[in-house]
């Protein structure tokens, strides 16, 4: 067996039913939860459903302005643009306020016999022809609200510059340029400013298991090399003073993040979290790097359920559930944690409006990593195939993971 061969085979038997950026503590933990549920038949509908839609405008990059031009596709209000019979998709997939903006397929590249790279190549969505293409040029790809501009990181993180990409041209209108390397991105809700996650050494660079004879394996930890973080406003380009925060996370904070863990904003903007694997499940922070409480609403929320809040702030997307359907999520009180109500979903991705969200369900054949991705409504057995079923083979066309962004 040659060393591609083996990295294949050793990381594989990491990944989990719905890869991230790279596979991590949260894909085993989802796993685990999936297998220990008591399951039932979860019953699907081919409807099309209408949803409410709050358009986002994002600032243009060389004078600040909001004039869209972006395609009624994109736009318009109350819109589902299904393709449940493409996967990977090639033309929009669209639910009320939210879009599937770009998707990738992760996978390993061995830099030695011990370490290997989960490398990423990206579909992004031109806003203009509602096709997704493809790119090998960035390791990581943030997709602003209004789906015209992208921050880039190229390959081989971390790296001192950040790239403001136009969706429809495919170029690059300008470069940051940081004194710290950067490994991660995310937009605010309004699209004005990125939190860029700091790190000293590639944050997707991964131990390959050593197998043993008779079965089993040893895998070496892989310490987080994270440093800080940066505001930056989008606009200007103009960049905070840098924070320092290290995987410790500050005072008092346990000594444990997984290898990427970036940073994000929260729902105001005001604080910048990330989310840890040991309790409370997260950590919040001012600009300044300084610990901090986190909001009133953000108590429950788990930085693996990536749909989080819900567009009015009333509700919280919640853990696997499996109780009273086959698959499907808990919605949360954001604000006591308890459980409002139970949807179809086995993971909640984003919201459509308040009442509806994206989420990945599983098929008939209940292989929980044969899945697609659904549009559930909220007390409904309504739910929407958005795409055809992903392929259970680990490699770049088979397991691809979807990025949202608000439209």
Same mark, same amino acid.
Request: charged share 25%.
């Given at each position: 067996?040659?060393?591609?061969?083996?990295?294949?085979? $050793?990381?594989?038997?990491?990944?989990?039913?719905?890869?991230?950026?790279?596979?991590?503590?949260?894909?085993?933990?989802?796993?685990?939860?999936?297998?220990?549920?008591?399951?039932?038949?979860?019953?699907?509908?081919?409807?099309?459903?209408?949803?409410?839609?709050?358009?986002?405008?994002?600032?243009?990059?060389?004078? !600040?302005?909001?004039?869209?031009?972006?395609?009624?596709?994109?736009?318009?209000?109350?819109?589902?643009?299904?393709?449940?019979?493409?996967?990977?998709?090639?033309?929009?997939?669209?639910?009320?306020?939210?879009?599937?903006?770009?998707?990738?397929?992760?996978?390993?590249?061995?830099?030695?016999?011990?370490?290997? &790279?989960?490398?990423?190549?990206? *579909?992004?969505?031109?806003?203009?022809?509602?096709?997704? &293409?493809?790119?090998?040029?960035?390791? *990581?790809?943030?997709?602003?609200?209004?789906?015209?501009?992208?921050?880039?990181?190229?390959?081989?993180?971390?790296?001192?510059?950040?790239?403001?990409?136009?969706?429809?041209?495919?170029?690059?209108?300008? *470069?940051?340029?940081?004194?710290?390397?950067?490994?991660?991105?995310?937009?605010?809700?309004?699209?004005?400013?990125?939190?860029?996650?700091?790190?000293?050494?590639?944050?997707?660079?991964?131990?390959?298991?050593?197998?043993?004879?008779?079965? !089993?394996?040893?895998?070496?930890?892989?310490?987080?090399?994270?440093?800080?973080?940066?505001?930056?406003? &989008?606009?200007?380009?103009?960049? $905070?003073?840098?924070?320092?925060?290290?995987?410790?996370?500050?005072? !008092?904070?346990?000594?444990?993040?997984?290898?990427?863990?970036?940073?994000?904003?929260?729902?105001?903007?005001?604080?910048?979290? $990330?989310?840890?694997?040991?309790?409370?499940?997260?950590?919040?922070?001012?600009?300044?790097?300084?610990?901090?409480?986190?909001?009133?609403?953000?108590?429950?929320?788990?930085?693996?359920?990536?749909?989080?809040?819900?567009?009015?702030?009333?509700?919280?997307?919640?853990?696997?559930?499996?109780?009273?359907?086959?698959? $499907?999520?808990?919605?949360?009180?954001?604000?006591?944690?308890?459980?409002?109500?139970?949807?179809?979903?086995?993971?909640?991705?984003?919201?459509?409006?308040?009442?509806?969200?994206?989420?990945?369900?599983?098929?008939?054949?209940?292989?929980?990593?044969?899945?697609?991705?659904?549009?559930?409504?909220?007390?409904?057995?309504?739910?929407?195939?958005?795409?055809?079923?992903?392929?259970?083979?680990?490699?770049?066309?088979?397991?691809?993971?979807?990025?949202?962004?608000?439209?």
């Amino acid at each position: 067996m040659n060393v591609d061969e083996l990295v294949r085979d $050793s990381l594989r038997d990491q990944a989990e039913g719905q890869p991230p950026a790279a596979p991590g503590l949260a894909d085993r933990v989802l796993g685990l939860r999936r297998r220990r549920r008591t399951r039932r038949l979860v019953s699907t509908a081919a409807a099309v459903a209408a949803v409410v839609v709050v358009s986002v405008a994002v600032p243009m990059l060389d004078s !600040g302005g909001t004039r869209d031009v972006r395609p009624a596709d994109v736009t318009e209000p109350n819109r589902t643009v299904a393709h449940p019979d493409q996967s990977p998709p090639s033309d929009l997939i669209a639910a009320g306020r939210t879009a599937l903006a770009a998707y990738y397929g992760t996978v390993p590249v061995a830099q030695s016999a011990q370490t290997a &790279v989960a490398t990423r190549t990206y *579909w992004l969505l031109n806003p203009v022809t509602k096709k997704y &293409v493809k790119t090998t040029k960035w390791s *990581w790809v943030a997709v602003a609200p209004g789906l015209r501009t992208a921050a880039v990181l190229e390959q081989h993180l971390p790296v001192r510059r950040i790239g403001l990409l136009d969706l429809a041209s495919g170029e690059v209108e300008r *470069w940051i340029q940081v004194d710290h390397a950067v490994g991660g991105l995310a937009f605010s809700r309004d699209g004005r400013e990125l939190v860029a996650t700091t790190y000293s050494e590639n944050p997707d660079l991964r131990p390959i298991p050593k197998k043993l004879k008779g079965g !089993g394996e040893v895998t070496v930890e892989t310490p987080s090399h994270r440093t800080g973080f940066y505001v930056i406003e &989008v606009a200007s380009g103009k960049a $905070s003073r840098w924070s320092q925060v290290g995987a410790g996370g500050g005072p !008092g904070a346990p000594d444990m993040i997984n290898t990427r863990q970036d940073f994000a904003f929260s729902r105001d903007g005001g604080l910048v979290w $990330s989310g840890m694997p040991m309790d409370p499940g997260y950590q919040y922070y001012d600009r300044d790097g300084t610990p901090v409480k986190p909001p009133a609403d953000a108590k429950y929320r788990r930085w693996y359920v990536e749909a989080g809040l819900s567009p009015d702030g009333r509700l919280l997307a919640g853990d696997f559930a499996g109780s009273k359907y086959k698959t $499907s999520s808990w919605i949360l009180d954001p604000r006591t944690g308890g459980r409002i109500t139970e949807t179809h979903g086995q993971q909640l991705l984003a919201w459509a409006s308040d009442d509806s969200l994206v989420a990945w369900d599983i098929g008939k054949d209940g292989n929980e990593y044969h899945q697609r991705l659904v549009l559930v409504t909220l007390d409904s057995d309504k739910v929407v195939p958005l795409s055809d079923f992903r392929s259970t083979k680990d490699d770049t066309l088979g397991r691809w993971d979807p990025v949202f962004a608000d439209r």
